[in-house]
């Protein structure tokens, strides 16, 4: 059903988008070419507003293109996300409709009560309390009409700007990156997989007392309805402040809850940001939103171990040979030095035995200059072309580090990670993924 004005408004929104997209392509060619400076500051700022007013699956690729590093300016980063958990909520006329549309005319008396105030408003959907029948407490997460269609059209922008990065910036190939974001914004509309992935997450971790999954109720879902129990919790953002052996402890079963499925089952959640996370008032974790995940072959997990041992024992033959295996195809020297640099960046805090943060002194200026060395190696060598799986996989790393950071957490990153991975089996973790109905999943590519 769509809203008075909706398809008006939304294409003067995306010609808005267009028209600035089109201003910042002939800009940053003249920076390329002229050396004219962006004021990216501005720039970043009036994408920000206009992405945030559009709601849908383009704010979301902002927030996810602001957690893939060098995709864009720091600034952009900056501004990109704010967006996230910050979109307006719809009025309680539209949650009438859009519930009718979806559980019939007579929704109401399926729960003893509704919240007509959202809880929670993001950029493809929010989130209502209720009451079921039964008298347990309830989030209802209702998504935004014609995002299907709106999925296409951003789509199709973001091809649009895909392509100017590769025109003027130039240090990754697009083309897989822009199919697996893709395909995952594609998936994330179904509310049917996000429930299937839910129940997974809940049997993986259904005798932990640490970390947390909510139950999905199918009578009261569809594809764009997904009704699941409440987990009362606070924001982990909310706990920055807390004693350090506490911030300590929530980043232990932080990295317990990201890594173990991966390592475990060969599935990772992949939004990182803070808000996807609650702490309960004896310090478990609540684990929320299962939109974004992405099942791997075992295999790939395999290649993912041996990069590390291959950098933990310094053998450049054996990297060499799992960039090959992970997808990145047949290497030259320069990229495969290249590559170096921004894997010894990733893994470095698991290749350090001892008690540390997750970044140390200026370790994020450094990280900026690494990642920005890395970025003008590939730009000129021509350019790499990532494997698809890379796109979350380093998407997850760069958030979950991130929440790391704002916890000020200080842990052996390398004995946790050892804690996980010691005793993997590729042939174990497929027949997990069977028993958990997780292969074959749309979350693999043919």
Avoid at 71 to 76: E, I, M, N, R
Wanted: with cysteine.
């Amino acid at each position: 059903m769509r809203e008075p004005g909706d398809l008006t408004t939304k294409m003067k929104r995306y010609a808005k988008v267009s028209g600035a997209l089109t201003k910042t392509a002939a800009r940053l060619a003249g920076e390329k070419v002229l050396g004219i400076d962006i004021d990216h500051d501005v720039q970043s700022q009036e994408f920000a507003l206009l992405m945030g007013s559009l709601k849908g699956p383009l704010m979301k690729v902002a927030q996810f293109l602001s957690t893939v590093p060098d995709a864009l300016p720091d600034v952009y980063t900056r501004d990109f996300t704010a967006l996230q958990s910050q979109a307006p909520a719809m009025g309680w006329s539209f949650v009438k409709r859009r519930m009718a549309s979806e559980l019939g005319a007579q929704w109401r008396e399926l729960f003893q009560h509704f919240e007509e105030q959202a809880c929670a408003a993001a950029s493809l959907g929010q989130v209502h309390k209720a009451v079921l029948l039964d008298g347990s407490v309830a989030a209802c997460k209702l998504q935004y009409p014609n995002m299907s269609a709106s999925l296409e059209a951003d789509l199709t922008q973001l091809r649009f700007a895909f392509n100017l990065y590769e025109k003027t910036l130039g240090g990754l190939k697009t083309e897989e990156i822009l199919a697996e974001i893709s395909h995952h914004l594609r998936q994330e509309l179904d509310y049917t997989q996000e429930a299937r992935h839910m129940r997974a997450f809940f049997k993986i971790f259904e005798k932990s007392g640490e970390i947390h999954i909510p139950v999905p109720h199918d009578a009261l879902s569809t594809r764009r309805l997904l009704t699941m129990s409440w987990l009362e919790g606070v924001p982990l953002k909310e706990c920055l402040t807390l004693p350090q052996d506490v911030r300590n402890l929530l980043a232990k079963r932080l990295f317990y809850a990201w890594y173990y499925p991966l390592y475990t089952y060969g599935i990772l959640h992949g939004d990182p940001h803070l808000g996807n996370y609650t702490v309960t008032p004896n310090q478990t974790l609540n684990l929320l939103d299962f939109g974004c995940v992405r099942v791997f072959d075992p295999a790939f997990v395999t290649n993912i171990l041996a990069l590390y041992d291959a950098l933990r024992t310094g053998d450049r033959d054996k990297e060499a040979s799992a960039y090959e295996a992970w997808g990145f195809g047949t290497l030259s020297h320069a990229l495969i030095d290249a590559l170096h640099l921004w894997a010894e960046m990733l893994y470095e805090p698991i290749l350090d035995d001892r008690v540390r943060p997750i970044q140390e002194g200026n370790r994020g200026h450094e990280g900026r200059e690494r990642a920005a060395q890395v970025h003008k190696a590939l730009r000129e060598l021509g350019g790499v072309r990532p494997p698809r799986e890379f796109v979350f996989l380093d998407r997850a790393a760069v958030g979950i580090g991130s929440a790391f950071m704002h916890l000020k957490a200080e842990l052996n990153w390398h004995e946790a990670f050892h804690t996980l991975i010691d005793g993997f089996d590729p042939a174990v973790v497929r027949t997990r993924q069977t028993h958990l109905d997780l292969w074959p999943s749309p979350s693999i590519n043919a």
